[in-house]
């Protein structure tokens, strides 16, 4: 059973467009993350969702907007799409111990390849 | 902010040899968690080993073992036995005690010369 899932693997889109990627996790977490991976490999935090409510936003475009339905999802669309969008997206899940500070692994999704021509 | 840095964009080494990769990075915290994930080309991030910064003792996972100076601010990993399995992007990353985000450094690519 695929852990975190992601759809699609692969999206090439024209510029201007609005597509999303959507990501699931099956593992009873109730943390997930967007992550981008830029040309270069370098990999940056986009946003943070536990239970629902929106954690992280480091500092991304209004143009990118996560949206999380229930603790299992949390989907990711980008309107008005940019060359310099085009790059690898990582959703990841965890759980979150509040009050424990304790560290729960980051389960990483198989990455969106995301190419805007 | 935290800041991890990889001085090392490409390294390699024979079959069967050892290779460290070097990580420092950049915190006031006391508290904090540490950790080197792979990315083979089929671009899953895989979790190699993790080191939590109030633990004094190295951690080891089989061929996989680090050099934790906390003083330093080093955290540099090492490979024994390298396989052909291994090549891969490594990345070093830092993350705050119950903070819900990891810092990646730039990546080292490995490749294992046969």
């Known amino acids: 059973d695929t852990a975190v899932s992601q759809t699609p693997k692969y999206l090439v889109t024209q510029m201007g467009n609005d597509k999303s990627i959507k990501c699931e996790q099956n593992l009873g977490h109730d943390t997930m993350y967007w992550y981008k991976q830029d040309s270069k490999k370098f990999l940056k935090i986009m946003f943070s969702?536990?239970?629902?409510?929106?954690?992280i936003n480091e500092t991304v475009p209004n143009r990118f907007s996560p949206k999380s339905p229930d603790k299992a999802h949390l989907n990711l669309h980008i309107n008005s799409l940019e060359l310099g969008d085009s790059a690898v997206y990582f959703c990841?899940?965890?759980?979150?111990?509040?009050?424990?500070?304790?560290?729960?692994?980051?389960?990483f999704g198989p990455g969106t390849r995301l190419t805007v021509l | 902010a935290q800041t991890v840095t990889q001085s090392q964009p490409e390294m390699s080494v024979q079959e069967a040899e050892t290779v460290t990769l070097s990580c420092t990075y950049d915190?006031?915290?006391?508290?904090?968690?540490l950790f080197w994930y792979k990315q083979p080309p089929s671009r899953q991030m895989i979790l190699v080993i993790r080191q939590e910064a109030y633990k004094q003792q190295n951690a080891t996972e089989n061929r996989f073992s680090v050099n934790f100076q906390k003083a330093a601010k080093s955290f540099s990993l090492k490979i024994s036995d390298s396989q052909l399995g291994d090549a891969a992007m490594y990345f070093c990353a830092y993350s705050s005690q119950g903070a819900q985000k990891l810092v990646f450094g730039q990546g080292t690519r490995l490749t294992i010369n046969p």
């Open positions: 969702y536990n239970n629902k409510e929106l954690i």
């Open positions: 990841a899940s965890s759980r979150l111990d509040p009050g424990l500070a304790l560290y729960n692994e980051q389960f």
């Open positions: 915190t006031s915290e006391s508290d904090y968690y």
